[in-house]
């Protein structure tokens, strides 16, 4: 009788798909037992090996690079390592009736007594889709990195892509245009220019900005304005990163021509807002302060920016995408996904459809609230995918962040 092991962290949700890098998202995987490679163990955890449970039949990489095993970790009490262990040995040599051993984090159970599912964080599976090289451990850079940024694909590449090799590198001078990176494939059509109420200003690296390179200081009044408005009218990616070095109201980033759409704050703490352009009603919008969803809590602005901007968090970094099937999803600066806002195509308030449509950088037409250090914004025009898309977000944050060193 072939038997099998079963593992679930959590309840699926829009959140889960069919392989991870970091155990994020894998909800629930069955695994069959004779695919044993080897287990080991942990003080607390033990560890599964599986051969050939890849999500590839076959993939031609470098010969430094490899693609590890799929493993799965399941906690169990210290000291019990070796006895569950054992007792999941002895389940696949021995005559059992049971042909399925179970770990479930969700009803708090599990087959084998020694093991410990009490919450989501006792059980992580992980299916790797992407190379490392076996020296770095490190997944190896490509060729299609802009200013620092490795988008891992031609496809992944930005249309526009605004970042500090675009800005003056002096502090102080005006910020008179940022071009869209010559690597970007719109190309000089989206340049900006400076608008507003007074001079953008460049900001170098400093604990003034927060910003370990170059920056636009942007001051409540000032925005940018693209030559054309970029449209993107399906699924979407969008990263920006910003040194927000005080506690105050984090609002609108983006908006298109007439200010109906804009995103992603909406200057309300620990909340993902979103509308898109020429959609009626009240922006969709979810609280990022909570797990619902199997999502992780995470409040922005940083309460402790009252107190020491450089001991807490005083660098942003976000990426947004769309779905194909109009789901939206928040990655913060760990690569977390914090807010997920599950697709409204009808009705008068909260949908995610229509096109995105950027026309100001810095604020929403007429009221251009936003202030921070920007010092990277782009979008890709299709979903890149979950563990690209929280790459990308704590690419940007170690990249960027001045204090990176002592909050990471």
């Known amino acids: 009788m072939k038997k099998f092991f079963l593992f679930r ?75 569950l262990m054992e007792s999941a040995m002895n389940f696949m040599s021995t005559e059992d009736k049971r042909n399925i051993l179970r770990f479930d984090s969700v009803n708090k159970e599990a087959t084998l007594k020694e093991a410990k599912v009490e919450g989501f964080e006792d059980i992580s599976s992980i299916v790797n889709s992407t190379p490392i090289n076996i020296i ?61 109420a007074s001079n953008t200003l460049s900001q170098g690296s400093g604990a003034t900005s927060f910003v370990s390179t170059m920056s636009a200081h942007i001051q409540a009044g000032n925005y940018f ?33 007439t200010g109906s759409g804009k995103g992603f704050s909406n200057g309300k703490s620990s909340v993902f807002s979103m509308i ?7 922006p969709a919008s979810v609280r990022t302060d909570n797990t619902d969803g199997s999502t992780s809590n995470y409040v922005f602005p940083d309460r402790g920016l009252e107190i020491n901007a450089r001991e807490y968090q005083s660098f942003y970094s976000f990426v947004i995408r ?26 008068t308030s909260g949908r995610t459809d229509g096109a995105l449509q950027i026309k100001t950088i810095g604020g929403v ?5 936003f202030k921070g250090f920007l010092c990277r914004f782009g979008v890709i ?8 898309a929280g790459n990308i977000a704590k690419d940007m944050y170690k990249k960027y962040a001045y204090n990176y060193s002592t909050f990471n």
């Open 225 to 257: 304005s693209l030559t054309n408005a970029y449209d993107s009218v399906n699924s979407y990616t969008i990263y920006a990163g910003f040194g927000f070095p005080g506690y105050t109201n984090m609002y609108e980033l983006f908006g298109s021509t």
């Open 9 to 83: 962290r959590e309840q699926i949700t829009l959140l889960s798909t069919t392989s991870s890098n970091d155990g994020v998202g894998l909800s629930v995987i069955a695994l069959p037992a004779d695919k044993i490679s080897f287990i080991t163990a942990t003080l607390g955890k033990v560890h599964f090996n599986f051969d050939d449970a890849s999500v590839y039949d076959y993939v031609n990489i470098p010969e430094s690079d490899v693609i590890d095993k799929t493993h799965v970790t399941v906690s169990c009490k210290e000291g019990k390592e070796i006895a």
């Open 276 to 282: 898109h352009d020429s959609i009626a009603g009240l």
């Open 322 to 347: 769309r779905d194909k099937y109009y789901n939206l999803y928040l990655y913060n600066f760990r690569g977390d996904v914090v807010g997920v806002i599950p697709a409204k195509t009808s009705g």
């Open 136 to 196: 770095t451990q490190e997944e190896d850079p490509t060729a299609n990195v802009i200013a620092g940024i490795d988008f891992l694909s031609p496809q992944n590449l930005p249309d526009i892509d605004y970042n500090e090799n675009g800005l003056p590198g002096t502090t102080g001078q005006h910020v008179s245009s940022w071009d869209n990176d010559t690597d970007a494939l719109g190309g000089s059509d989206y340049n900006m220019t400076d608008q507003g």
């Open 381 to 388: 025009s299709r979903d890149i995918g979950h563990n690209a």
């Open 365 to 369: 037409a007429s009221d251009y609230l």
